[in-house]
């Protein structure tokens, strides 16, 4: 659990970007070899131990949790995947690219106290993900990082306020500008794969920015039973076999970009958990929700998280009746699929450009990006930013007990 390890890793060479695992994702390395990269930087970023908290609950997804004792945001970052040792790459991978946030290793610094209307920026800043009650104007004085524009050779700079996370207290107080968050934040097995992934939370948040506004009996739901993908059906199983029930929602805007919601409920925890997904790969969109929603359910039963306050358990809203998906809102999962315009990429470069590009033609505004980890280092840190696309309450995806209730 160190960086001077020695252990034998899959070398970087000038293929990084080839797809070369699939199960439940779309990886250019085995989680196997991502494992003994991450390790080498647990003493760098401070992280302690990675632990298994899957037998917590009586799902039997597999969830883990990161630690790192001194970090300026979260302490203790989660996990999930279809296996053990995804969700254990999974948990790490958070924990480290929450500190290369924290600390910008590898950012330089950019104009200080500068205005956005004093420079010639390619994007409305305006569109940027503002704070609640923001007094944000072009003419307020910021400080800027360098940031590279997708798709275009050339290079721009974006409000450091975008790509910096910090939970400590502020030396002085200071007026609501820009929200502060991790989303578009993603670590990966090379740079593309780490700017895609945080591309890709960035149209999912999108998609579900209004999903609390639509009535349960307006949604469309597929029927569980009857998806098809191996690895989809596995995750199912054990939830149906564990005695739960699971709704998936299809919460797909732009048919290129299937986006998915899972909702799941069970009696040792009569609450609804919620688990949302994206990417271009229906079945990946799918799991990612799924065990998303097994990770929210260990969130509150594990209870260790930073941001898991008292208040939660105080409030904790317990839906006793068993909840009712409306049968004439379902589809199959074929169904599901024959709406989406799947496309299959062999690169994680070719398809990190082409969403970007789709982004773009949506929003008319360019994706940025801000290298947060050194280019020669095995593992990659990126912040996407996508200025344009909407962002809500966070991960949450509020679903009514009764389909009538809106």
């Known amino acids: 659990m160190n960086e001077s390890s020695t ?6 060479t000038a293929d990084r970007n080839v797809k070369r695992y699939f199960a439940g994702t779309h990886r250019t390395r085995h989680p196997a070899d991502t494992w003994r990269l991450a390790e080498r930087l647990f003493t760098r970023c401070g992280l302690t131990r990675v632990a298994d908290v899957t037998g917590l609950d009586v799902i039997g997804i597999p969830v883990w949790v990161a630690v790192r004792p001194m970090a300026r945001t979260l302490s203790v970052s989660q996990g999930k995947g279809a296996t053990d040792l995804a969700a254990k790459v999974s948990a790490a991978m958070e924990a480290i690219e929450l500190w290369h946030a924290e600390e910008l290793p590898a950012t330089t610094p950019g104009p200080v106290g500068v205005a956005a209307s004093s420079l010639r920026l390619p994007y409305d800043v305006m569109s940027l993900q503002r704070a609640a009650r923001s007094l944000l104007t072009p003419d307020v004085p910021l400080d800027w990082v360098p940031a590279r524009v997708v798709c275009e050779d050339r290079e721009t700079v974006v409000p450091l306020a975008c790509v910096a996370i910090s939970s ?18 993603a670590s990966g097995n ?19 920015y209004d999903l609390g506004d639509r009535p349960v009996s307006t949604r469309t739901h597929i029927d569980p039973e009857t998806v098809t993908d191996p690895d989809c059906h596995r995750l199912i199983g054990q939830i149906t076999s564990a005695g739960a029930w699971l709704e998936l929602v299809d919460n797909t805007r732009d048919p290129a970009f299937p986006c998915f919601v899972a909702y799941l409920w069970s009696p040792e925890d009569p609450s609804i958990y919620s688990g949302s997904g994206c990417h271009t790969d229906p079945a990946t969109a799918l799991s990612r929700a799924v065990t998303e929603a ?46 989406l315009r799947v496309r299959r990429f062999g690169s994680v470069d070719e398809e990190y450009r082409w969403c970007s590009r789709q982004v773009r033609l949506r929003t008319g505004q360019p994706v940025l990006e801000v290298p947060l980890s050194p280019p020669d280092e095995p593992l990659s840190v990126v912040r996407v930013i996508a200025p344009g696309l909407r962002f809500g309450t966070g ?11 809106s």
Not at 7 to 12: F, G, K, M, N, S
């Open 168 to 185: 400590l207290a502020a030396p002085a107080w200071s007026v609501p500008l820009l929200r502060v968050s991790s989303n578009g934040l």
């Open 395 to 405: 991960d949450e995806c509020p679903r009514p007990v009764r389909p009538e209730e």
């Open 190 to 208: 090379c740079p593309a794969e780490a700017a895609l992934h945080g591309l890709f939370e960035l149209i999912e948040r999108d998609c579900t």
């Open 294 to 339: 097994a990770q929210s359910r260990l969130t509150v039963i594990n209870g260790t998280r930073d941001d898991v306050r008292g208040s939660l358990y105080r409030s904790h809203r317990w839906d006793t009746h068993r909840p009712v998906t409306p049968p004439d809102r379902l589809r199959s999962w074929d169904q599901t699929l024959a709406a």
């Open 7 to 12: 252990l034998d890793v899959e070398p970087v």
